[in-house]
């Protein structure tokens, strides 16, 4: 059964046109984190949730933004996609902060800017 | 700032042939995560461990705390076990409410010919 749900899979959007990526899980894990992928690279943390409390890490630019509306749907709004911002994006849960908790990641949502 | 590094980068291999990978990182840390990430992109976390051994189906992990270094083998190789095989750990430091962003190895390209 699927934990982490990310819809959608693909998402084509057009540059400078807003674009909303969702996340879903049913392990009512208290942190959801958002990463960004680029081709061949590790994943880079772009923000996280513990509960309601919000995260921004230093460098995530000012054009990600992110929504939690309750434990078990989170949302990252690029507000203004540009080219370089064309990856996988990952969400992933754990139930504690600190890394000492196993991750769930979701199959991810590959964008396309065009 | 802990240093990650695998090797190999990249591990071609017959199918039945046994499988092993290797994680060492410069600061003590508290867990390490070994993640599995296939072509589609989506990751799945094979083991989270502190110490001593897991095992889960196939899959090995260990970890010798003291040296630093972490290994992931797969025995009885199978095509569908071609993936990239990921590392990760913590930073040692504690920072209150900090989501201690992982350190990622650069990752190891498995591919097990039928």
């Not at chain 1, 933004?65 to 709004?77: E, G, K, M």
């Not at chain 2, 802990?2 to 071609?12: D, F, I, M, R």
Request: hydrophobic residues 30%; proline residues 6%; charged residues 15%.
């Amino acid at each position: 059964d699927a934990m982490v749900i990310q819809n959608p899979r693909y998402q084509v959007t057009q540059f400078g046109k807003p674009v909303t990526l969702s996340c879903s899980q049913t392990l009512n894990h208290n942190v959801m984190y958002w990463y960004q992928q680029k081709s061949s690279q590790a994943p880079k943390l772009l923000f996280h949730y513990y509960d309601k409390d919000f995260n921004n890490e230093a460098d995530t630019p000012d054009n990600f933004q992110s929504r939690r509306p309750n434990t078990s749907f989170c949302f990252l709004d690029i507000r203004s996609p540009g080219l370089g911002d064309a990856a996988m994006y990952l969400c992933a849960t754990s139930r504690e902060l600190q890394g000492i908790s196993p991750l769930h990641f979701g199959n991810g949502t590959r964008l396309t800017v065009t | 700032k802990n240093e990650v590094e695998q090797s190999p980068q990249n591990l071609t291999a017959q199918e039945g042939e046994f499988i092993t990978i290797n994680c060492s990182y410069s600061v003590g840390i508290s867990a390490l995560h070994w993640l599995q990430q296939h072509p589609g992109g989506g990751i799945v976390s094979l083991f989270m461990l502190s110490s001593g051994k897991k095992k889960h189906g196939r899959l090995i992990a260990t970890i010798n705390i003291q040296e630093k270094h972490s290994s992931l083998h797969i025995t009885a190789s199978h095509p569908r076990d071609s993936a990239v095989y990921i590392c990760a750990v913590p930073p040692k430091a504690l920072s209150s409410g900090s989501a201690r962003q992982l350190t990622f190895g650069s990752g190891t390209q498995l591919t097990v010919l039928p």
